[in-house]
């Protein structure tokens, strides 16, 4: 049993917050938010120099072959620098491509995906409906030995920038199709988080080669997303670290009726709180990335516990050093509503909190029959 | 990182799971506290006899010198399997490593053997009517008199005063050095006129805790610990030692209480359909799930950091608030679940679970009080883990 992070894991770590300290000062992070991508190529390709893209991805394709507690070092980073890239969108692509595609797609997407040439992001919410997670919508039409897709997608990320979607439909299936294929339309949407582009994406009629539906069924994709939802609830880790730490600065700082504020009960109390959700968090993915490594059967409960945990977390705690700060936390000029902004949307992605928490009772009820001690 | 036992870990951990499975001697008895006291002193005989009491202690001084995570294991396990608790808790977790850590070498030799062996019971005399939270503010004077102390004053919430042979007692022996310098840690015997124990009823109706009322009782010279003037210094030890070993423990019964509030969940019917199935309990359910997972991984994480710096952070306060905090929401769920029923108690033919849950609505409440209140918790953690000022 130890519970800390290795020599590898810690170079991991301040290799990428000094990287990314250095990379999104306040200016810049305000300068991409206004930008057309929202990001800057020159910063991805510094990212793919340094393997970030093809991380968790196995080495036969490119990637350096490291795991889930690697690849949460590397995303609680990404928070808590609130780093604008589009290193989520890639990994989830690169994760589902890894462990659903074929030996031909992995070749043609995944390995250019790794070394950072090839950007692909997944298409998944279809425009008007509930959003059940793993449910889609949009029918897969045969014609011939190829798939035609018509329809919408939603809060598709980096979609302007992508090179290709993974557009899942009905059947539970995913097809690969290029930004510029015919029949597909990108339009930005508006976000509440400037740091993160979505978009929404049309198919008119798109058809899809034989070779570009990936052979994976539903249930496939689950091993994917609970991967994905680690990243995700590390990322919004980083981000309750970064205002939590940004909030005690600012307590030990700002003086009111002769004394700094962190001095009351009231506001040194709601720091101590937001210290319980950050660490709980953190244990939580953490515990959730070493399942993903190490022991995968416990790895579904494990993961959503994380990501409903993180998601509170992830805009509580922005929430909180917003309310520390009083009044110049409301302020645009401040930076603090850029990470509650992120910290929300991720609540929102890939299950919400309340569907993660369902998906926690389904399993822990189920061991209700089991015997305990009398 | 590895959060599974390595096979090391997985041979003590079943020889623990055997040793406690085959002598494990039934639940506590449900009589007098005379007789769950016979019930313990019965069982920690068993465990010393086959060298698992004082599992933290030295071998030198008869204990079993098992490292931190054999020391969580066992505690872990203890709870998990529902073992009762040894008959002298506060002597083995908290007066034998005082006196290991500052006794002189004839306090090794008079008192850790029979704490050992159950035959003398230890209590703690810390807190006093006026002094809860701030203990250093404490007045129970001790005055020295030839080679004795002369002690008068009054202590308060003492578990088992009224089996105890001695007190770990904390006395203001310099009322005119500043309030944490003028303290001396001392072991009273229980035993002497001067001495009463009044148990105190608590909201549960029981009398788990007493007042104890001490008017010049005596205490030789040589029954100082530490030191005169080191008596803070001294408690501290023994409060750190508290939380340290108390964590596994917790989080294995607080993981035994999730499975029973699931199996109520299962057998109660609300609104046409089992709690189980209602979605809001459902969320509930899943929440305490979430930080009970969230507080054991948090709990091996502190236990990293033990073995590599040595000494329990001040983090350890974070898994004591987050204890009381699911203990009691626990309780609280386990009652709306029980609707209608839940002003039912024990010992009502109609009462849910044996009135099991309103017992523990109740005796949860004091979670968040004893052993440091979540208040104070909060206030230790915004000063030594955040660096905020302090409040005074």
């Not at chain 1, 992508?162 to 290029?178: C, I, M």
């Not at chain 1, 990322?235 to 307590?251: D, F, K, L």
Request: proline share 5%; aromatic share 8%; with cysteine.
């Amino acid at each position: 049993m130890y519970f800390d992070l290795t020599d590898e894991q810690q170079a991991i770590k301040s290799t990428a917050r000094d990287f990314l300290a250095a990379r999104y000062k306040s200016e810049r992070i305000r300068e991409l938010a206004e930008s057309e991508n929202g990001f800057e190529q020159s910063d991805w390709d510094e990212m793919a120099e340094l393997g970030w893209p093809g991380l968790a991805l196995p080495e036969e394709w490119g990637g350096q072959g490291l795991g889930i507690v690697d690849l949460a070092v590397l995303f609680e980073e990404m928070g808590y620098a609130l780093a604008p890239s589009p290193l989520l969108s890639n990994t989830v692509a690169g994760l589902a491509l890894s462990l659903c595609g074929s030996d031909d797609q992995r070749e043609r997407f995944l390995a250019p995906l790794a070394a950072g040439e090839l950007r692909g992001t997944p298409a998944l919410r279809d425009a008007g409906s509930p959003g059940t997670v793993g449910e889609f919508t949009m029918e897969a039409r045969a014609d011939g030995d190829r798939v035609v897709l018509d329809g919408e997608k939603v809060l598709v990320m980096d979609a302007g920038t992508a090179d290709f979607f993974l557009v899942a439909t009905s059947d539970g299936r995913r097809h690969l199709v290029g930004r510029d294929a015919t029949g597909v339309t990108v339009t930005p949407s508006t976000s509440i988080d400037l740091t993160r582009r979505l978009y929404a994406v049309r198919f008119d009629g798109v058809r899809v080669p034989a070779a570009d539906s990936l052979p994976a069924d539903r249930e496939d994709y689950f091993q994917a997303f609970d991967r994905v939802c680690v990243a995700i609830a590390a990322e919004s880790t980083g981000i309750a670290q970064r205002t939590m730490e940004m909030a005690v600065e600012y307590a030990k700082d700002r003086q009111q009726f002769g004394r700094p504020i962190g001095s009351y009960q009231a506001v040194s109390h709601r720091c101590a709180q937001m210290l319980l959700e950050t660490e709980n968090a953190r244990s939580a993915v953490y515990g959730a990335a070493w399942a993903a490594d190490a022991a995968p059967e416990s790895l579904p409960t494990a993961a959503s516990m994380a990501k409903a945990y993180a998601s509170d977390a992830g805009w509580r705690v922005p929430d909180a050093s917003i309310q520390v700060h009083g009044g110049i936390g409301f302020t645009w000029e401040h930076d603090l509503h850029f990470f509650l902004k992120r910290g929300k949307a991720n609540a929102s992605m890939f299950g919400d909190a309340r569907w993660h928490r369902d998906r926690v009772a389904d399993a822990v009820l189920a061991e209700a029959a089991e015997p305990v001690p009398a | 990182m590895d959060l599974s036992l390595s096979p090391s870990e997985r041979e003590f951990r079943d020889e623990v799971r055997t040793w406690i499975e085959e002598n494990h001697p039934g639940p506590e008895p449900s009589g007098s506290l005379e007789e769950v006291m016979t019930f313990r002193r019965e069982w920690q005989r068993k465990m010393h006899e086959a060298g698992w009491a004082g599992i933290s202690w030295p071998k030198e001084y008869g204990g079993r010198g098992a490292t931190l995570i054999e020391q969580a294991i066992f505690v872990g396990e203890a709870s998990r399997l529902e073992a009762p608790s040894p008959a002298n808790v506060l002597g083995l977790a908290m007066g034998g490593p005082v006196v290991i850590a500052h006794g002189t070498e004839e306090q090794k030799a008079r008192y850790l053997e029979p704490i050992l062996t159950g035959e003398e019971i230890w209590c703690q005399g810390f807190s006093e009517p006026e002094s809860g939270s701030d203990l250093a503010s404490l007045k129970t004077r001790a005055v020295k008199d030839g080679d004795e102390w002369v002690v008068t004053g009054q202590k308060v919430w003492t578990t088992f005063a009224q089996y105890a042979k001695w007190c770990m007692l904390v006395a203001r022996t310099d009322p005119d050095a500043p309030k944490h310098k003028g303290l001396t840690y001392f072991l009273m015997d229980m035993e002497q006129e001067g001495v009463e124990a009044k148990p105190l009823v608590q909201i549960t109706g029981e009398g788990e805790f007493n007042e104890v009322f001490i008017e010049e009782a005596r205490i030789p010279d040589a029954n100082v610990v530490g030191g005169v003037g080191n008596g803070w210094t001294v408690a501290i030890t023994t409060l750190m030692n508290e939380r340290a070993g108390l964590a596994f423990g917790a989080i294995a019964q607080i993981a035994n209480g999730l499975k029973r509030l699931n199996r109520l969940a299962a057998e109660t019917r609300i609104n046409g359909h089992t709690a189980a199935e209602d979605p809001v309990i459902r969320q509930r359910i899943a929440q305490l799930y979430i930080e009970a997972e969230t507080m054991r991984l948090n709990a091996y994480r502190g236990l990293t950091k033990t073995m590599q710096s040595g000494i329990p952070g001040p983090e350890g306060s974070l898994g004591k608030w987050q204890w009381a905090d699911i203990n009691q929401r626990m309780a609280e769920l386990a009652l709306d679940i029980e609707g209608a029923y839940a002003p039912l108690a024990r010992g009502d033919e109609h009462a849910v679970a044996g009135g099991a849950w309103q017992y523990s609505f109740l005796r949860t409440r004091a979670n968040s009080i004893e052993g440091g209140t979540t208040d104070i918790l909060r206030n230790i953690i915004a000063e030594r883990v955040l660096g905020l000022p302090k409040m005074r």
